[in-house]
């Protein structure tokens, strides 16, 4: 499978005027925890590799990115966003939201801007891997471009 030099995600990270590295990866379409794949496959510790998931928080979409050795805390997140409830989305419904495929969402060029929640144990780390917008695509950066593109709630939202 070849790679694109440009994604959406990479598309909206230029429009930021964004500082990243694009990293790629041979994507395992077997793998149980995508994000736990892609760090053994780039060689680096899965707590920087963010993975980005689509949750409904009170039935509206929200976005989290939480360390791929970790889970998100829907009852973190609610209140993270001062919602009441949260569940994971559908993968089919998450796909047709962001316009990217499970194992490819990237919380960059999303189809739809919604709110979204960074763990905060991201700002423990001089750079963090979140995914470019397609399977085997990683964009390396600092957690402060996260923020500065994302405008995220940065909180506590995970679970290990």
Same mark, same amino acid.
């Given at each position: 499978m070849s790679k694109p030099k440009t994604t959406p995600a990479t598309v %909206? !990270? =230029? %429009?930021?005027g964004a500082d990243y590295v694009l990293v790629t990866y041979e994507y395992d /379409? *077997?793998?149980?925890?995508v994000g736990l794949q892609a760090a053994e496959a780039?060689? &680096?510790d899965p707590g920087i590799v963010f993975k980005t998931l689509m949750a409904k928080l009170d039935g509206a979409p929200v976005c989290a990115i939480v360390p791929s050795d970790a889970e998100v805390n829907m009852k +973190? !997140?609610?209140a993270a966003l001062g919602g009441k409830g949260a569940e994971m989305m559908k993968p089919a419904e998450a796909e047709r939201l962001t316009g990217f495929k499970v194992g490819g969402i990237s919380p960059f060029g999303q189809k739809r801007s919604v709110p979204t929640?960074?763990?905060e144990?991201?700002? !423990?780390? =001089?750079?963090?891997?979140?995914n470019g917008? $397609?399977?085997? @695509? $990683? @964009?390396?950066?600092? /957690? $402060?471009? &996260?923020? *500065?593109? !994302? +405008? /995220?709630? &940065?909180? =506590?939202?995970s679970r290990t």
């Open positions: %909206a !990270l =230029d %429009a930021h /379409p *077997n793998a149980e925890r780039m060689g &680096v +973190k !997140l609610a929640v960074l763990e144990s991201a700002e !423990l780390y =001089d750079e963090i891997y979140i917008g $397609q399977r085997g @695509v $990683q @964009v390396r950066m600092t /957690p $402060q471009t &996260v923020i *500065n593109v !994302l +405008k /995220p709630v &940065v909180a =506590d939202i």
